[in-house]
C-alpha cells in the first residue's frame, strides 16, 4: 500500500531564511507533485515531478525527486510571507492512471 | 484557464438529510474526483469517473455515492448526513500525462 509522509508538519520561519520541506512515500510511483493551499482557498498545482533526478524550480521554490531514496523536498530560499500556505506532496499510485495519494500536508508560516 | 466550480463554498445540514454537492469543470476533462479534506489527514479520495457514467470507489466511499451524467458535472451524494461527515469536500479534473490536478474551491459541510 502506497503512503506518503510529509515532515514537518508545521513550520514557522523567519523572512530571508531557507528551509526545507520533505515528502518521503512508500512504494515505486512514477510521478510526483507539490500543491500549495492559501487559508480558505483551493489547492493550486505547483509542480510535477517525474523521473530521478529531476529538480523544478519557480522563484523561491525548488523542488526535486530522488526516486531510489523514495524522496521529494520542496525547498525555500529566502523565505517571504507571501509564501505562507500549507504544501502538500502527491505521489501517484502505480496501479491507477488517476489516483494520488496524498501527504497530510505542511502548514508554513513565514514571519515579517 | 481551467476552471472548477463547486454549487457552495458553505453547508450546513442537519443528521440524516440527504446531500448534494455538485462540481462542474469547463475544460472538457474525462477524470473528475471527489476528495475530503481534514486537518491532519491530508486528502482523502471518495470517488472517482474516469468518464460520463463511470465511476469508481477511492479510500473512503462509505456513505458516499456520485452521480456523473455529463462530462463537465460531478455529483456527490450523502444519503443521509452524518455528523462525522462534517468536513471540506474538494472536488477536481484532471487529463493529459502525466494527469494533473485542478481543484475547485471547496465546500465547507458541517452536519448538525
Known amino acids: 500500500e502506497l503512503k506518503v509522509e510529509q515532515n514537518p508538519l508545521f513550520l514557522s520561519m523567519q523572512e530571508g531564511k531557507n528551509y526545507t520541506i520533505y515528502c518521503n512515500y512508500s512504494t515505486t510511483s512514477d510521478r510526483l507533485y507539490w500543491y500549495r493551499q492559501d487559508p480558505g482557498k483551493s489547492l493550486e498545482s505547483l509542480f510535477v515531478l517525474l523521473s530521478n533526478g529531476a529538480v523544478k524550480q519557480e522563484g523561491r521554490l525548488m523542488a526535486s525527486l530522488d526516486t531510489k531514496a523514495r524522496l521529494s523536498t520542496l525547498h525555500i530560499t529566502a523565505a517571504v510571507h507571501d509564501l505562507s500556505a500549507t504544501y502538500f506532496c502527491?505521489?501517484?499510485?502505480?496501479?491507477?492512471?488517476?489516483?494520488?495519494?496524498w501527504g497530510a500536508g505542511t502548514k508554513l508560516i513565514i514571519k515579517p | 484557464d481551467v476552471k472548477v466550480t463547486q454549487s457552495s463554498r458553505y453547508l450546513v445540514k442537519r443528521t440524516g438529510e440527504k446531500v448534494f454537492l455538485e462540481c462542474v469543470q469547463d475544460m472538457d476533462h474525462e477524470n473528475m474526483f471527489w476528495y475530503r479534506q481534514d486537518p491532519g489527514l491530508g486528502l482523502r479520495l471518495i470517488y472517482f469517473s474516469y468518464d460520463v457514467k463511470m465511476k469508481e470507489k477511492g479510500d473512503i466511499p462509505e456513505g458516499y455515492s456520485v452521480s456523473r451524467e455529463k462530462k463537465e458535472r460531478f455529483s456527490l451524494i450523502l444519503e443521509s448526513a452524518s455528523t462525522n461527515q462534517t468536513s471540506m469536500y474538494l472536488c477536481?479534473?484532471?487529463?493529459?500525462?502525466?494527469?494533473?490536478?485542478?481543484f475547485g474551491p471547496g465546500t465547507r459541510l458541517t452536519v448538525t
Open positions: 502527491a505521489v501517484g499510485n502505480m496501479d491507477s492512471n488517476y489516483q494520488l495519494i
Open positions: 477536481a479534473s484532471s487529463t493529459g500525462t502525466p494527469p494533473r490536478q485542478y
